[in-house]
């Protein structure tokens, strides 16, 4: 096995490092935190840059940059924002993703390239005030009216909605059959007439703001219908294991480094009793487990993306990612502030920025509970 980046991608990781120097000076992602804003001109400068249509076929405007490439991206971008990672995996892993993955010819036409030029933001709406884990449980009505559906219910927790244009979404359009069986998938246009979106307070990813979508008879024209009618919960399964692995294994590892890059720095700048922090035996062991902890996570993540990419079976490797990625990824944050103190604990410092943005991972996209289920029953248990 080759654990060696290509030259190619190692140019690849450096021109997204470079841009976030370049394009990002120190506080700017302070500041949108402080403002709860999401950066549309950034976000429109990593488009033109080819990196929101990376996952993309050429065909509609895509590079079709692989799963590894993926990865890099996202683990970059986290390092620098982790919500600025999340609005483009919703965005693209999420919303495209699903476009790309089950939807029909004239959809991927009418949505991607728009989407790969930043010319749309796509978001996916998928969790209930009822149903979080067991998505399966959903229970968003969609009734059939002739040449549309009539929507109504409740979407919540949905990432990036205020400031997208289109969702996927799934609802349920046959009550009489199994809960996994009668679900179907939608795009809608947020701005549709009676639809409702509310901005919900959290703890962090304050640039990326969490919504309610409320639905009052919705109508959705059936041109919208993604991935046939009632074939919802399958088409969900096809996208999961490169939802663990990306979006949610390479932003955590990225995060996490940073976390271990910025408690090396202020361990360097902060002193006790006459001394640097980092010429203290036990903070430098202490910072060592910490960065061995990151490469552990990391090798995991792009063990399991090289199997994605090769369509090698890796679900029990993209849970055991996710798993360990978000576990680790808070425990490395929270060290990170324990290591610095009373520094860590205020705003000053960007450390308390990457714990409150770490929380919330090992509870999006299947909880820590969900993968260790998942990967029991992979291993026989």
């Known amino acids: 096995m080759d654990f060696q980046l290509t030259r190619e991608q190692e140019a690849f990781r450096q021109s997204i490092r470079d841009f976030f120097r370049d394009e990002c000076p120190p506080g700017y992602f302070d500041e949108l935190d402080r403002e709860a804003e999401w950066p549309f001109e950034l976000y429109q400068k990593i488009a033109q840059h080819g990196w929101v249509a990376l996952p993309f076929p050429e065909q509609y405007g895509g590079s079709n940059g692989g799963i590894i490439a993926m990865a890099l991206l996202v683990e970059e971008i986290a390092y620098a924002s982790a919500p600025m990672a999340m609005g483009w995996s919703h965005s693209a892993v999420f919303g495209g993703g ?10 991927k036409e009418r949505f991607l390239p728009r989407l790969c030029r930043g010319e749309i933001i796509l978001c996916f709406a998928l969790t ?31 990432s990036g909605a205020s400031a997208s244009d289109y969702a996927v979404t799934f609802a349920r359009t046959d009550k009489t059959v199994a809960k ?25 990813n304050w640039p990326v703001h969490s919504c309610e979508i409320v639905f009052n008879n919705v109508r959705i024209p059936k041109e919208n219908v993604l991935g046939g009618v009632n074939q919802g919960w399958n088409n969900m399964l096809k996208s999961l294991d490169l ?10 590892i990225g995060i996490a480094q940073r976390a271990v890059d910025d408690a090396i720095k202020y361990a360097r700048q902060v002193s006790c009793g006459g001394r640097p922090l980092i010429e203290q035996q036990a903070v430098a062991h202490r910072l060592v487990d910490m960065q061995a902890e990151v490469d552990a996570m990391r090798t995991l993540a792009y063990r399991a993306a090289w199997m994605l990419e090769n ?5 029990k490797e993209a849970s055991i990612t996710k798993l360990i990625s978000s576990e680790g990824c808070i425990r490395l944050a929270n060290a990170a502030v324990e290591l610095l103190g009373p520094y860590g604990y205020f705003t000053d410092w960007e450390l308390e920025r990457g714990y409150r943005d770490s929380r919330m991972h090992t509870i999006g996209a299947g909880t820590s509970q969900v993968q260790r289920t998942i990967i029991a029953r992979e291993i026989g248990l």
């Not at 005030?129 to 009216?145: H, M």
């Open 98 to 107: 699903a476009i790309l993955t089950y939807g029909n010819d004239e959809q």
């Open 128 to 158: 209930e005030p009822n149903s979080g884990s067991d998505a399966a449980s959903l229970q968003l009505a969609a009734v059939d009216d002739g040449d549309c559906f009539v929507l109504n219910g409740t979407k919540i927790l949905i």
């Open 180 to 204: 996994h069986k009668g679900i179907t998938g939608f795009i809608f246009d947020l701005k549709s007439p009676g639809v409702t979106i509310r901005t919900l307070r959290k703890m962090g």
């Open 243 to 252: 939802e663990r692995i990306v979006a949610a294994g390479a932003l955590c």
């Open 311 to 315: 369509k090698i079976p890796c679900s």
